[in-house]
């Protein structure tokens, strides 16, 4: 069955560091791509998507490519703000279906 | 706009009694999903309905669970016979049918707590 395997937390970085979560997926024909960020005491927030291989999301200054070859969906951020500090999730969707395969999620720590 | 909207935020109950949980989409969404979180997963999906029809249940959502909703509008989950395996973070979310990709909007969600 289609799955989403995301590297465990906690994740503390100091500000300004560079960020990676891995995520990799298993799904049949060709899923959309999504990852979302849970701050505390709200609700889960699109931060970006991609609906097919190669393409790339942003926002925020983060970024994650659709690399189907290696069924990847990693994030990315070049230098991390005390603010980024939330819980992300990568999610999967595959067309035809309407409901999302979420990850585990990843707590992300900032220093300052 | 205001969001989805979820009621209460917060519920703590004895085991066996029943509760309810309410959602309220973005009014222009025709899609509405009910996913449960616990301490350390990601969501899982409950089900799902658009507009008023039920189109699928997860075999997580056992015979004390019942989701409603009428005219296509808010929703209701209703757990009967609460049990301590209950507690978990339920979470509301909708979207709007179109051509790509099924983006959905969360709730800040509704947490229970089974004693």
């Known amino acids: 069955g289609n799955s989403v395997t995301q590297m465990e937390g906690p994740v503390t970085l100091s500000e300004e560091a560079f960020l990676t979560i891995n995520c990799t997926y298993t799904?049949?024909?060709?899923?959309?791509l999504f990852w979302y960020v849970q701050y505390p005491g709200e609700g889960l927030q699109l931060l970006l998507k991609a609906t097919k291989a190669d393409d790339k999301g942003s926002n925020k200054g983060f970024e994650a490519t659709y690399r189907k070859e290696t069924t990847s969906f990693h994030l990315e951020k070049g230098s991390v703000q005390v603010s980024d500090s939330a819980v992300y999730f990568c999610a999967l969707s595959t067309s035809g279906t309407y409901k999302y395969i979420f990850g585990t999620g990843t707590r992300l720590k900032v220093l300052a | 706009d205001t969001g989805v909207s979820q009621n209460p935020r917060h519920k703590i109950t004895k085991r066996g009694q029943n509760v309810t949980f309410r959602c309220d989409p973005i009014?222009?969404?025709?899609?509405l999903y009910w996913y449960r979180q616990t301490l350390g997963q990601g969501p899982e999906f409950l089900t799902y309905?658009?507009?008023?029809?039920?189109?699928?249940k997860s075999r997580l959502l056992s015979d004390r669970f019942s989701a409603e909703r009428p005219k296509g509008s808010f929703s209701t989950l209703e757990i009967q016979r609460t049990e301590q395996g209950d507690s978990a973070m339920y979470l509301c979310?909708?979207?709007?049918?179109?051509?790509?990709?099924?983006?959905?909007?969360f709730g800040a969600g509704s947490r229970l707590t089974v004693l």
């Open positions: 979310a909708s979207s709007l049918q179109d051509t790509g990709a099924n983006v959905l909007t």
């Open positions: 009014s222009e969404h025709n899609r």
């Open positions: 799904a049949t024909g060709y899923p959309s």
């Open positions: 309905f658009q507009n008023e029809a039920q189109l699928e």
